[in-house]
């Protein structure tokens, strides 16, 4: 089974290529720090991320969300982002490394758990906030360095995928994948 991430910038269109691809039938495994997000803001926290506990959350629901996938159909799947990075969202809020989040890297390093070739979606010069997602387009470019600095600094190629229209983008992530699901 061939497992491939998408990552990029807060923003950065990431979810609908995603959408699209899912609807083409490419299997795809959800992004676990928005959940983490949305379910600790539901329990009143309204800043999660600001807890050392949240890289914690974090790498337990990717892990497990892994480890499912397996079941699931499909000789390709496309990760909404992975344990890598989480290590950079670390890196960017100033958190330690976790002992599970350390395991988790040496654990998907040593099993080759995902293609070394990672879709890098690029920003599209603006970022839209949610609740989930207060982070201004400064802060995301910075963040997209980190993330693409920290992917680099583990040995994944960082394949770019340009800003422009949706379907160029899902196309340009078609073909480097072979175009079939």
């Known amino acids: 089974m061939k497992r491939y991430i998408l990552t990029g910038a807060p923003g950065a269109g990431k979810t609908a290529i995603l959408r699209w691809l899912e609807c ?13 997000i949305a379910l600790q803001q539901a329990q009143g926290d309204l800043e999660p991320w600001e807890k050392s506990s949240f890289v914690e959350a974090i790498t337990s629901l990717q892990r497990r969300r892994q480890e499912q996938a397996a079941a699931l159909p499909g000789e390709v799947q496309i990760y909404d ?23 988790e890297l040496e654990r998907i390093q040593a ?36 993330h693409q600095d920290t992917y680099t600094s583990l040995g994944y190629e960082c394949v770019p995928i340009a800003p422009g229209s949706l379907p160029d983008r899902v196309a340009a992530v078609k073909k480097r994948l072979g175009a079939a699901p």
């Not at 083409?24 to 983490?36: K, L, M, N, R, Y």
């Not at 982002?81 to 989040?101: D, E, F, K, M, N």
Request: glycine share 6%; net charge negative.
């Open 111 to 146: 099993g080759r758990i995902y293609d070394k070739q990672v879709f890098f979606i690029q920003n599209l010069g603006f970022v839209t906030t949610t609740d989930a997602r207060r982070i201004t387009f400064e802060e995301s470019l910075r963040f997209e360095q980190v």
């Open 24 to 36: 083409d039938g490419f299997t795809v495994v959800e992004e676990a720090a928005t959940d983490v």
């Open 81 to 103: 982002r992975s344990p890598v990075c989480t290590y950079a969202l670390a890196a960017y809020l100033g958190h330690p490394v976790t002992p599970a989040l350390s395991r």
